[in-house]
């Protein structure tokens, strides 16, 4: 890879920071429109219940209300992330906070007190809190009503009629929502020096983005424009023009900038519902949601509850794996987002380790009466790893092999294929380069002088955890892209994908620059406008800067393409010998042959056009992020108080485009890591489902004086399936913090932690099992 | 229901006095931004739990989300654009934009005014002090390494120029 880059490789500042620390951009919530209503919703206090009427009598005469919407006043369509599971309004609520009714009015006040003012009469239904016991013969059904018009494949049979299995994802009688098996891991065992069995349990937890979701609807002349917080904005224009009835091209929704996502802003019901009040109303309507709304109302990651067993030989070879996984997946009748992210968990910790023959590995995603589960940063991979990592540590331990060695060892190589991409083949794995670079930077080596050393009750260790995430390569995805030189000169850059904080069009717009030959503030463009951009799946799975970066650099290139034949032309020489750089077009070996790119647009008297795709179904090759984590803790083993010294993320990062944006989001993701390691649980009431710690503060997320100087190490070696070499990056930071703590708790005091989070009651117990305190 | 109460108040932001009739129940963050449109002031918590809506009131950092607006009278407040534009931007919102120590953006304006009421009392803080002036303000995206550089180089800055 050539290292002669201008603008790939730069810490460029990113392009929307000025705006941002002036505070001039304008997110969604931050649109006011001249004679605006403000919407609110009615959210269920029941979890699970029956709506047998809405009476708006009262809310309707409250001066100031302009309308009030119920499942009764809805089209009957239904839409959903995957699959078109759930309508705007249904008649069945299925978790507290659940979506009953809407209501616009003159201000947010007026609205709030005309939800009170409706009257509801519940049948209340029984209720499922808890997902193991969701799948006992005896258990309620979450669910009752399917959607009729959900397309059932051959031999898939309706959740209600799947008898004891009803809350189980999946459509098939009696078995889990998804298994991977291969080998025998009976056998494995039997092969087995040292077999180790544990329970895991991780809490559900929130992304807490800063900006609670916001939408502006505007409805004229037959025509919707959304203004709206979502990461799936041409999602919610097929929704919104299904719902409402439109041709999807009257339809517009711009998501450009999102104060925060980290994937879970997706779906976008309320801006359906905002949309309908528009329409019913004329007038502008604004929803903002509250922290407790954007709490309830988004897409968490589960609650978690594994059975692992595992096995390993003397000379580190790893035997069997087999892990029964049960995940709180939330509401949603037909799955919603919870059957690809089972999929995900039992199969690419698997992948990673590629070498181990005998795996079992089953997950029951089961519907309960609580929030959705979504595809919070580091999706399955934060799920899955945190019990995988914990079981590498202790086999390793019990072998008496450095942990390290064994991990790289059993570790997945190019060339492998994939269980968790079927019919794809690996493409780079820089692993052990990621490893050993950390290694060094946390001083690896002192990690056996530091096991045992105390001062008094505090006690240091070292851990480690490898993990695999997804950097782009998402089977799913489709990116296009658009680059327009007009007849000015001007440069634009027309994505689809919102930016939510990773500033990814800064990432974008370098690499246009890079292949066009002119510098960053010559690019500009627009990103998340559906009237103005081409289709983007959204930026999930760490896809942006590899998928939508492919897409942008093609078409890039496409321009370029075009820019070279239309020189090749005015300079008579053929194109091969043309070169482009410094906003011009150059003959390689006579420097003096030149002309300027507004000089060849203006001369051309047109615009120039260039488009890209990326489509991952066509790639043979597949891309995965790799790392490894590092963490130096000292454990009050009189308290439980865990202080982490150091966190070291290395990473294998293909390429940095922008190394300050790289390292920012390693830094970030590991921040969130160690919130989801050490303090962050979302909680709820086993008996009533309502939430108990919905608003900012009791979600516990990392504050300024809690967290270390993060350490990022970035491994540049390249990865050919993208035309710079960078691989997405920004969830994989979060994934192996917890896992890296629980190993360096294990590593100072001998006591397995194995629940998450992390607190001190926890950390007591795991001590006072391990008989150490 | 009961009957709202309306007050005629003045409020001086950014150097301007603005005559007002509110609704005794708004907030000072309800009133700039969808009176006055300072959409820069974010909100995020509801309760004075992250910051995001911070702003400094006679050069003090408070929560403006838990500030009636009728409480605000006879205060000098100041916002996001009351310190700085892209002109004119005062050290501290070069050194966020510049460092990427401004991720999503939500929790920018609260850190730069809270960082801004720290440096004018104190211009030259250790990282400790830093770190302990801004921690009424959450953030979710950074980390927080890249925000604590970014005060320190901005004091730099301060303390040459004078």
């Known amino acids: 890879m050539s290292a002669n880059f201008s603008t790939v490789g730069q810490s460029v500042p990113p392009i929307y920071g000025i705006e941002k620390a002036t505070g001039t951009l304008r997110f969604p919530a931050d649109i006011n429109l001249p004679n605006m209503l403000w919407m609110k919703i009615l959210r269920s206090p029941h979890a699970h219940a029956k709506i047998i009427d809405v009476d708006a009598t009262a809310a309707g005469k409250i001066p100031g209300v302009a309308a009030v919407i119920t499942h009764k006043d809805v089209p009957r369509v239904l839409f959903g992330p995957y699959q078109n599971e759930i309508y705007p309004l249904d008649e069945e609520v299925r978790f507290v906070g659940d979506t009953v009714a809407v209501v616009a009015a003159e201000d947010w006040h007026i609205a709030e007190e005309a939800t009170r003012a409706l009257l509801v009469k519940y049948e209340v239904l029984p209720a499922i809190h808890d997902p193991e016991a969701g799948t006992e013969p005896s258990a309620p059904n979450a669910v009752l009503n399917y959607p009729e018009s959900h397309e059932l494949k051959p031999g898939d049979i309706r959740p209600d009629q799947l008898g004891t299995f009803g809350n189980v994802i999946g459509l098939k009688e009696g078995g889990p929502t998804v298994v991977n098996e291969r080998g025998n891991v009976e056998n494995g065992f039997a092969q087995s020096d040292v077999v180790l069995e544990r329970f895991f349990r991780q809490s559900e937890v929130n992304a807490v983005s800063h900006e609670p979701r916001a939408c502006v609807a505007v409805y004229e002349n037959g025509a919707c424009t959304l203004w709206c917080s979502v990461q799936d904005p041409y999602r919610l224009q097929d929704s919104t023009a299904r719902v409402l009835g439109l041709p999807i091209e009257a339809v517009r929704v711009v998501s450009t900038n999102l104060g925060g996502a980290f994937g879970v802003k997706v779906t976008g019901r309320f801006a359906v519902l905002c949309a309908l009040l528009a329409r019913k109303t004329g007038r502008p309507v604004k929803i903002w949601f509250t922290r407790e709304e954007e709490s309830l109302d988004s897409h968490n990651r589960s609650a978690l509850t594994h059975y692992v067993k595992a096995g390993a030989k003397k000379d580190g070879t790893l035997a069997a794996i087999k892990v029964r996984t049960f995940l709180d997946n939330g509401y949603w009748p037909y799955g919603g987002l919870g059957q690809n992210i089972a999929f995900a968990i039992c199969t690419r910790p698997i992948d990673l380790y590629h070498c181990c023959p005998n795996v079992k590995w089953e997950v029951f995603a089961v519907r309960t009466n609580r929030p959705s589960t979504g595809p919070y940063r580091g999706r399955a991979d934060a799920e899955s790893h945190f019990p995988i990592e914990s079981m590498m540590d202790e086999l390793a331990h019990a072998i008496r092999m450095d942990p390290i060695e064994f991990r790289l060892k059993n570790r997945l190589h190019e060339g492998d294929d994939l269980c968790s991409a079927p019919n794809k083949i690996m493409s780079t794995v820089w692993l052990e380069e990621a490893a050993r670079a950390g290694a060094e930077k946390i001083g690896w080596q002192r990690r056996s002088s530091l096991n045992g050393a105390d001062r008094g009750s505090r006690k240091k260790g070292i851990g480690v955890a490898m993990v695999i995430h997804s950097c782009g390569s998402n089977p799913a995805g489709v990116s296009e892209a658009e680059v327009i030189i007009d007849s000015a000169g001007r440069i634009s850059l027309f994505s689809g994908t919102a930016d939510q904080g990773s500033e990814q069009q800064t990432t974008l717009r370098q690499m246009v620059a890079e292949v066009l030959g002119v510098s960053l503030t010559d690019v500009g463009g627009s990103n998340a406008d559906t009237s103005t951009c081409p289709f983007d799946s959204g930026p999930f799975s760490s896809r942006t800067v590899y998928a939508t ?90 308290t439980g108080e865990v202080k982490v010294l150091r966190l070291v993320s290395s990473h294998d990062v293909g390429r940095a485009i922008n190394p300050m944006i790289v390292e920012g989001q390693i830094l970030g993701g590991a921040a969130q890591g160690l919130g989801y390691a050490l303090s962050e649980g979302f909680y709820f009431d086993q008996k009533t489902g309502t939430a108990l710690n919905q608003w900012f503060l009791d979600l516990r997320t990392p504050s300024i004086l809690d967290l270390p100087d993060i350490e990022p190490v970035m491994v540049e070696l390249g990865e050919p399936t993208h035309p710079f070499g960078a691989k997405g990056c920004s969830e994989i930071s979060y994934v192996g913090v917890a896992p890296a703590v629980a190993n360096a708790i294990y590593n100072a005091t001998g006591a397995r932690v194995t629940e998450l989070p992390m607190t001190p009651d926890v950390i007591l117990k795991a001590l006072r099992d391990a008989g150490g305190a | 229901m009961e009957p709202q109460t309306f007050h005629q108040i003045a409020l001086k932001i950014n150097g301007t006095v603005h005559d007002l009739e509110i609704d005794s129940n708004w907030t000072l963050n309800d009133v700039l931004r969808n009176r006055l449109d300072l959409t820069g002031t974010k909100r995020a918590c509801d309760y004075g739990g992250c910051g995001s809506c911070t702003v400094l009131m006679d050069g003090v950092d408070v929560y403006s989300c838990s500030i009636l607006a009728v409480e605000a009278q006879g205060k000098e407040i100041t916002t996001i654009e009351g310190i700085g534009n892209s002109e004119n931007l005062h050290p501290l919102q070069k050194s966020f934009a510049l460092s990427y120590a401004a991720q999503c953006g939500w929790c920018t304006p609260g850190m730069i005014l809270s960082a801004k009421a720290l440096l004018d009392r104190n211009p030259d803080p250790t990282e400790a002090e830093v770190r302990l002036a801004l921690s009424g303000v959450l953030c979710r995206c950074t980390g927080y390494t890249s925000i604590v550089q970014a005060v320190l180089d901005a004091g730099r800055v301060m303390r040459e120029a004078r």
Do not use: M
Request: proline content about 1%; aromatic content about 6%.
């Open chain 1, 549 to 638: 970066g492919i897409a942008a650099s093609r078409a890039a290139e496409e321009v370029k393409k075009k820019l070279l034949e239309q020189a090749s032309i005015l300079l008579s020489e053929p194109a091969t010998n043309l070169d482009i750089r410094e906003k011009s077009i150059w003959k390689r070996s006579d420097l003096s042959k030149r002309v300027g790119l507004d000089e060849l647009v203006r001369i051309t008297g047109s615009s120039i056009i260039g488009r890209g795709v990326h489509n991952a179904k066509e790639d043979h090759l597949f891309a995965y992020g790799f790392a490894a984590t590092f963490a130096e803790v000292e454990v009050d083993v009189d």
